[in-house]
């Protein structure tokens, strides 16, 4: 079993950054992929952006890639999503997922265990 918490979600200007952090219960964090996901208003669930187990690969969304940086700290337990350059098209509900199976890595039917969110919302 494991739980997530989110956080560092709020209001932020276009153009602007945060940090949102995910962290996780337990002693098996590592053995965890890691996952971001955001839903707005009236839209369906979407992929942000993925981790491996070990922190060496990372996955993006299009619509995020080279403005979302993912990264964790196995050692503190914590996942990382640094969020540069936003947009209004940015706001979100956003959520963190970990999964202990394979597949691919925007899919959310592959995560076991789902965070209850921190919202991030971006001003133009």
């Known amino acids: 079993q494991v739980q997530l918490v989110e956080s560092g979600g709020g209001l932020v200007q276009a153009g602007g950054s945060l940090r949102l952090s995910c962290a996780a219960s337990?002693?098996?964090?590592?053995?965890?992929?890691m996952g971001w996901f955001r839903q707005a208003p009236g839209k369906e669930r979407e992929f942000v952006a993925a981790?491996?187990?070990?922190?060496?690969?990372?996955w993006y969304a299009d619509s995020v890639k080279g403005r979302f940086t993912i990264s964790r700290d196995n050692a503190k337990n914590t996942v990382y999503l640094q969020t540069n350059s936003v947009k209004p098209e940015d706001t979100a509900v956003y959520y963190c997922?970990?999964?202990?199976?394979?597949?691919?890595?925007?899919?959310?039917?592959?995560?076991?265990?789902w965070g209850q969110g921190t919202q991030v919302t971006v001003s133009s």
């Open positions: 997922a970990a999964s202990s199976g394979y597949g691919s890595y925007d899919n959310s039917g592959r995560y076991d265990y």
């Open positions: 337990g002693r098996t964090f590592s053995s965890y992929a």
């Open positions: 981790i491996n187990r070990s922190g060496g690969s990372t």
